[in-house]
């Protein structure tokens, strides 16, 4: 069993940048897979990034590619998401995920879910 706790979400205008971090607790924190998804009222939650255990592999969502960058520090048990550029559109609940073993893009692929945190970009 994992637990996860999102930070960092919060009010910011169009072009600004905010950092999320996620902090892991339980067993074996370093070795799960980290995904970040979000969820914009009345729409599917969605992929937004995903990073390997290592921190060697990544994968990025077409929107966000070029702004969002998904790191992960396993000493502090925390996977980061380092967003630039922030659109209103950016405007979202985000949530980090985490899967001990192989996961995608899709959030099925994920057993793990933190409660959330609201990112609100201003036009």
């Known amino acids: 069993q994992v637990q996860l706790q999102e930070s960092g979400g919060g009010l910011v205008q169009a072009g600004g940048s905010l950092k999320l971090s996620c902090t892991a607790s339980g067993r074996s924190e370093g070795s799960y897979r980290m995904g970040w998804f979000r969820q914009a009222p009345g729409k599917e939650r969605e992929f937004v990034a995903t990073?390997?255990?290592?921190?060697?592999?990544?994968a990025y969502a077409d929107f966000v590619k070029g702004r969002f960058t998904i790191s992960r520090d396993n000493a502090k048990n925390t996977a980061l998401l380092q967003m630039n550029s922030l659109k209103p559109e950016d405007t979202a609940v985000y949530y980090c995920a985490a899967k001990l073993g192989i996961a995608g893009t899709y959030k099925t692929d994920y057993d793990y879910w933190g409660q959330g945190i609201q990112v609100t970009v201003s036009s």
């Open positions: 990073i390997n255990r290592s921190g060697g592999t990544t």
